[in-house]
């Protein structure tokens, strides 16, 4: 079985990944906030989690929507701190601070649209900016932050699972507290967000894998390095019906670098046999780093 050489993705600096860790973090603290303010309160469309329960809490009580954000997430930061360290609960403070002061005190003209585009755009807001934070390793606190600190202790446990259960009982309580109408926007909303931070996550361009059946493969792999810069591994077959030896290469590329390489087999191997699937996602040389989260 021979490889090819793959390209190496290129490392940054210390000091620049802190740079971009703080600008995402900023960042996906102010969307969020954003979503919240504009699209879901307004609506009392409730997002789920603490922020939901905070926003629940406001329309009984005196306190404001942020207020009630920072005083909830007081015994779950001196959790973090114990179990999680100094620097994760700093940096989860710092954006809780920001998604709470945003909402609180930053005056949002008012957006006149219904109530499911409030949720799709809120929602799909929400989400993004929920996914920018969670790329440096941090949290905005709540339910996420106690998802983190399970998830440290007891890694084979689903907390997603914990967290859909939590964000249930959160639209069911809105629900009653405003109407139906009410916890099925919320649903809508939670639904878009948690595809939101998938797609921050992950990407959009997800991986292929291909395998290429071929009577050329020296010649479709010397193209693929040179045209697409990915690497091939080499595996050798045989036909179930004819019994023939035959070559197949397997190399995971970008989702855009399809077309290019079904060109090159094309033009190299009319006969060859191509099989292309999906991957989630791709670790590894050449691609996202083992400790890299963007």
């Known amino acids: 079985m021979a490889e090819y050489k793959t390209k190496e993705r290129r ?39 603490l922020s939901g329960i905070s926003l629940i809490l406001s329309k009984i009580t005196s306190l404001n929507t942020g207020v009630w954000m920072l005083v909830l997430n007081i015994p779950l930061f001196i959790l973090s701190f114990w179990k999680l360290g100094f620097w994760f609960t700093a940096r989860s403070l710092i954006s809780t601070f920001i998604l709470s002061m945003v909402i609180d005190y930053v005056p949002f003209p008012a957006v006149n649209i219904d109530k499911i585009a409030a ?23 709540g339910t996420d932050l106690v998802a983190k600190i399970i998830h440290v202790h007891f890694p084979a446990l689903r907390t997603t699972a914990l967290l859909l259960i939590v964000d249930f009982i959160v639209v069911a309580i809105s629900g ?12 809508i909303s939670i639904f878009l967000s948690f595809k939101a931070v998938d797609t921050v996550l992950d990407g ?4 292929r894998n291909v395998y290429i059946i071929t009577s050329s493969p020296e010649e479709i792999k010397r193209q693929i ?24 290469l ?36 050449g691609f996202k780093g083992f400790n890299d989260e963007f």
Not at 176 to 187: E, G, H, P, Q, T
Not at 275 to 283: R, S
């Open 11 to 49: 490392k940054i600096s210390p000091l620049m990944e802190r740079f971009r860790d703080t600008v995402f973090l900023i960042m996906g603290s102010l969307i969020t906030a954003v979503a919240f303010a504009v699209f879901l309160a307004p609506n009392n469309i409730v997002p789920g989690g």
């Open 119 to 141: 949720a799709l755009i809120g929602g799909a807001m929400f989400g993004t900016g929920l996914g920018f934070v969670f790329r440096t390793n941090t949290s905005t606190g």
């Open 176 to 187: 009653f507290m405003f109407n139906i109408s009410a916890a099925i926007y919320a649903l």
């Open 204 to 207: 959009i361009n997800i991986s």
């Open 225 to 248: 390095y040179v045209q697409i810069g990915r690497g091939v591994t080499e595996f050798h077959g045989v036909g179930g019906f004819t019994g023939e030896e035959r070559i197949i």
């Open 250 to 285: 397997m190399c995971t590329v970008e989702k855009f670098s399809v077309a290019k390489l079904k060109q090159i087999v094309h033009a190299t191997d009319k006969n060859a046999f191509m099989l292309i699937t999906p991957v989630a996602e791709v670790v590894g040389s």
